[in-house]
Nanobody, 113 residues
């Protein structure tokens, strides 16, 4: 079973940027970035297929960019113009229709206003 490890989170001021990384222990197919804010359900905010086709939730469009390096089994999320509402734990995993891997520990993103 593929193991996923997210990193790159931290505390940033509103308007700032962060780049998240997700390293997989083996080959991965379509992947996505999810986030879960306190008291809310986990939501898919960006996804990328093996060939590079991307899709974004409205909350991420224009501010976040998902990318991948297949040779490194790594997926990235570049987050710009961060807002307080982006505060959440961020996870990577396959999009729902592809079947989930085991969830990693996630990485905390905190945006101060």
């Amino acid at each position: 079973q593929v193991q996923l490890v997210e990193s790159g989170g931290g505390l940033v001021q509103a308007g700032g940027s962060l780049r998240l990384s997700c390293v997989a222990s083996g080959s991965i197919g379509a992947m996505g970035w999810y986030r879960q804010a306190p008291g809310k359900q986990r939501e898919l905010i960006a996804s990328i297929r093996s060939g590079g086709y991307t899709n974004y939730a409205d909350s991420a469009k224009g501010r976040f960019t998902i990318s991948r390096d297949n040779a490194k089994n790594t997926v990235y999320l570049q987050m710009n113009m961060l807002k307080a509402d982006d505060t959440a734990v961020y996870y990577c995993n396959a999009p729902p229709l592809y079947g989930y891997y085991d969830w990693g520990p996630g990485t905390q993103v905190t945006v101060s206003s």
